[in-house]
């Protein structure tokens, strides 16, 4: 089953917005990352969030973790059309061992 | 050059036939994986190597099996495959050390269609 739960599955927003997504997962965590992936491409990492962390910006991104809710949050502020794409959570499971995804949100970015 | 490279990019074939997806890494790094990529469902795991004598099954390893030749190389066997295996097939290293400590870093996957 799935580690992580993205929220939207889908969000559309014009140029110049933010874009928030949220992710959910179930079980204890050593760190949760967010990917992007262009259609049909491979997967980039974004951001790498740890436990023992609450919040991470890198550039535009902003990136929160709430262990106690079990959740984690994306925020990509002034969005551009070149952010359309789908971004995945993933969780690395206490261990280390394993990292799993979620659905992922697909983001569309009008002009 | 690509750090992690698959071969084949898009392989078209017909059930029974076995079929085997190749990756092979420049990182330097023990751990890889295989992940599969279906619509709406994003990625699960398959297997996962930590290195050459360590193999692990993953979420969804039946009807797959993995061979790790060499540190750099983590190849997915598919010995029969069949049409649910239609899917698009990524290959993962991860960081284990530094500020990149448990960071994926992903090969440009292979699509399989299975006929």
Known sequence: ?111 | DADVTQTPRNRITKTGKRIMLECSQTKGHDRMYWYRQDPGLGLRLIYYSFDVKDINKGEISDGYSVSRQAQAKFSLSLESAIPNQTALYFCATKSTTGDRNGELFFGEGSRLTVL
């Not at chain 1, 969000?11 to 874009?19: M, T, V």
């Not at chain 1, 980039?44 to 929160?64: A, D, M, Y």
């Not at chain 1, 993933?90 to 979620?102: D, P």
Request: aromatic content about 8%.
């Open chain 1, 1 to 111: 089953s799935q580690q992580g739960e993205e929220d939207p599955q889908a969000l559309s927003i014009q140029e110049g917005e933010n874009a928030t997504m949220n992710c959910s997962y179930k079980t204890s965590i050593n760190n949760l990352q967010w990917y992007r992936q262009n259609s049909g491409r491979g997967l980039v990492h974004l951001i790498l969030i740890r436990s023992n962390e609450r919040e991470k910006h890198s550039g535009r991104l902003r990136v929160t973790l709430d262990t106690s809710k079990k959740s984690s949050s994306l925020l990509i502020t002034a969005s551009r059309a070149a952010d359309t794409a789908s971004y995945f959570c993933a969780t690395e499971r206490t261990g280390g061992f394993k990292t799993i995804f979620g659905a992922g949100t697909r983001l569309f970015v009008k002009a």
